[in-house]
């Protein structure tokens, strides 16, 4: 099969061509489609998600997840450890990984540093190395045990995995929005700024005294950015991913109470999102991720503080980028942040058009619409502060190794396009 | 304009003119005294009280009853809450038993706005929180201005400002009324953030009081004590408590929202003192609640 479009991006840019494909890119002929302006994007790659397999299985399980995935325009995924039980064995690693071939979606596990992330002993990080894992992480909770931290660095560093840190201090992260004036004005217990920076300097130092690859997960604030940018002028081994929904909604915007906006870390003030927008800009931030986070309406609809955090983000990351791109920020910076560098990040060979690759990739109609709803979220769960929107942008297809996962590109033919 | 049919969130929801309506009508209740008047006669009101409060609840109950309302009470500590009924289901309920009004009041921030979701009756908010305490202000603006007649006034708030509902409705009220108005505290109590409202803030308590015309002092809890906003409630007494020396240099009025503590915020020889209008404030807050519930549910024209 061959697509023709005007706009192939390949990772790093778009050009005018096509691309042939069976299980992986390659050169070849056959039948051609011609999808015009629509664009070709490799498959995309979000290092941070929770598919709440095992345990937790009416919020999402592998296969609606991956179905939501493949509706967003992903193909591979990040699993976190904070399901039930957490995922902090070999047994557990195998388990997964068994069970995303299912799914179709690569499905990659982040183990956790701690038995049952507790914080207590450390997990049994050899034997998930060899499982397969891609990293580690207490996903959630901060490991405030620096020496524990430093062991797990250790082992990390000889095995070649990084450390997913998500970085607040439990004492000073009491709270449920980013502490500032909305918070004082709203009356919502406040988390400062500093709860994030101090465990990322923290986490800095560790990495420089073990040499560990130190990955901080959803970085949300100014002083943290700046950390991460001299560390990495410094030689540290350090890089770091922002949650879409950062980029999109601010601490002002929880005006409304809307425990689907409610999420950990909680969305900046428009000071720190500036500072998230530069740090994308100047490459401090390497990653986007969705930080994905099923939960059940009943769970959500309740009082705001007494609400859990998370949002989901699969389906609506596209539609997200393309709202942040018109904030100033270049399309082909944002694509690449949820492609070939979150790729580069942990050495996968994935999210990119490249001859040899696997054949992954989405057709996406930027022009398009779609309107979320319960109905059209493939996700289990549907709390999103979009649910009943409509977006700019919709997911046409999702192929997998050559194959189509998500989609219907077959009806689509020049001149019908938009009429869908 | 009118309040005719709103809810009442915060001070924020109501101009300048509601406010001297409201305060109008209140004076106008207060001239007629406790006598029982018939304006709100054959409408519900429903008190939900998630988090207890005896003065507050009771301060709503008179109002309503004295307008010739039907009054129902719902608190959280006898009722289905116990049985793990959530707040949409208990809003929702009770919404379908026809209710007019609601008053609510909970410990979480923003529950008044998410009840709005589950009904079209007003809502009232009676505290959520940290967040607001719309009445409480507007009768503490209302003792104020009978005392002095308008607002050009200076005005100390001093006590717990981060954990207190009624320091951010007055500080939001009082600006827009045109009050001079100072948050006083330790540093742990008023994070620079709350020079936002517009403003001042001071640490310096003897200064503040002997600047002011009014001094409200906020509930300082025990609770706090575990979590470093301050080390002893002696100490804290020594240095921000509100005593008569302080007083004496400027002669203020001594407000208070309740339940006092004394001996930690204030002395007694201040809150049971001439200056003190705490009693004031009750007896005013029951015609403010009166005159709001008057204007919202659109009783009969004086």
Redesign the interface.
């Known amino acids: 099969m061959i697509f023709e479009s005007a706009k192939i991006f390949d990772g790093e840019r778009f050009y005018s061509g096509e691309i042939s494909f069976e299980k992986t890119f390659v050169q070849r002929e056959g039948d051609r489609l011609d999808l015009g302006d629509v664009w070709i994007l490799p498959g995309l790659v979000d290092t941070h998600a929770h598919f709440r397999d095992p345990g937790q299985t009416k919020r999402e399980d592998l296969f609606s997840g991956a179905m939501a995935a493949f509706h967003g325009g992903i193909t591979t995924a990040f699993a976190m450890p904070n399901t039930t039980p957490a995922i902090d064995s070999e047994t557990m690693v195998i388990y997964l990984k068994e069970k995303a071939k299912k799914t179709n979606l690569d499905l990659k596990i982040v183990g956790a540093i701690t038995k049952n992330r507790d914080g207590k002993e450390l997990s049994e990080m050899l034997r998930m190395a060899r499982a397969g894992v891609v990293g580690f992480s207490d996903d959630g909770n901060f490991l405030d045990d620096a020496g524990l931290a430093r062991h797990a660095m250790e082992y990390a560093h000889e095995l070649g995995l990084p450390i997913i840190s998500h970085c607040q201090d439990k004492y000073l992260g009491k709270g449920h929005m980013r502490?500032?004036?909305f918070?004082?004005?709203?009356?919502?217990?406040g988390i400062p700024d500093v709860a994030e920076s101090i465990s990322v300097a923290r986490e800095i130092e560790l990495s420089y005294l073990t040499k560990a690859h130190i990955h901080i997960a959803h970085v949300s604030t100014a002083r943290s950015v700046n950390l991460i940018r001299q560390a990495k002028k410094d030689g540290i081994n350090v890089t770091c991913d922002v949650c879409i929904h950062h980029l999109v909604f601010k601490d002002e915007d929880l005006y409304?109470?809307d425990t689907y906006k409610k999420i950990n870390p909680p969305f900046p003030t428009s000071h720190d999102q500036r500072a998230l927008y530069e740090g994308i800009e100047d490459d401090t931030i390497d990653a986007i991720i969705t930080d994905h986070a099923p939960y059940l309406n009943?769970e959500k609809?309740?009082?705001?503080?007494?609400a859990p955090f998370g949002i989901i983000g699969f389906e609506t990351l596209l539609n997200e980028i393309i709202i942040v791109s018109k904030n100033g920020l270049k399309i082909e910076k944002l694509l690449k942040k949820v492609s070939s560098d979150p790729a580069k990040i942990y050495g996968l060979e994935v999210g990119r058009i490249k001859e040899g690759l696997p054949a992954n990739f989405v057709i996406f109609d930027p022009e398009g619409e779609w309107h979320v709803s319960k109905e059209t979220l493939m996700s289990r769960s549907s709390n999103t502060p979009f649910l009943g929107k409509r977006l700019k942008g919709r997911v046409i297809s999702t192929f997998v190794e050559g194959r189509q996962v998500f989609g219907d590109v077959e009806k689509i033919g020049k001149g019908i396009l938009h009429l869908a | 304009m009118s309040i005719r049919g709103k809810d009442l969130f915060d001070v924020d929801d109501l101009e300048i003119s509601d406010v001297k309506e409201i305060f109008e009508r209140a004076q106008f209740f207060k001239k007629h005294g406790f006598q029982k008047l018939t304006s709100l006669k054959g409408k519900s009101i429903c008190t939900l009280f998630f988090e207890s409060s005896t003065r507050t609840r009771i301060s709503f109950e008179l109002a309503a009853k004295r307008l010739g309302a039907d009054v129902v009470n719902f608190t959280a500590s006898t009722s289905s809450l116990n049985k793990g009924e959530s707040f949409k289901d208990t809003v929702k309920t009770l919404d379908a038993m026809g209710i007019d009004l609601y008053v609510i009041r909970h410990s979480e921030p923003g529950s008044p706005m998410m009840m709005k979701k589950y009904t079209n009756s007003p809502v009232i908010n009676a505290g959520d929180g940290i967040h607001a305490h719309p009445t409480q202000a507007l009768l503490d603006a209302y003792t104020i201005w009978e005392k002095f007649g308008d607002f050009k006034i200076k005005i100390a708030i001093i006590g717990d400002i981060l954990h207190s509902r009624v320091a951010r409705s007055n500080a939001k009220l009082l600006k827009m009324l045109g009050a001079d108005v100072t948050l006083v505290g330790p540093e742990s109590f008023i994070p620079e953030y709350f020079e936002n409202y517009g403003v001042r803030i001071s640490h310096d308590v003897e200064k503040s009081i002997s600047e002011s015309d009014a001094v409200m002092g906020l509930r300082v809890q025990l609770e706090r004590q575990s979590g470093g906003f301050f080390s002893t409630l002696d100490e804290y007494n020594e240095f921000y408590g509100i005593n008569s020396k302080r007083m004496e240099i400027a002669n203020p009025i001594f407000m208070h929202p309740g339940p006092m503590n004394r001996g930690v915020e204030v002395m007694e020889e201040v809150s049971d003192s001439d200056s003190s209008v705490v009693e004031e404030q009750v007896t005013n807050g029951v015609f403010v609640r009166m005159a709001l519930l008057d204007l919202i549910l659109g009783g009969v024209e004086n």
């Open positions: 502490e500032g004036w918070s004082t004005l709203y009356g919502i217990s409304d109470y009943e609809e309740v009082e705001f503080q007494s």
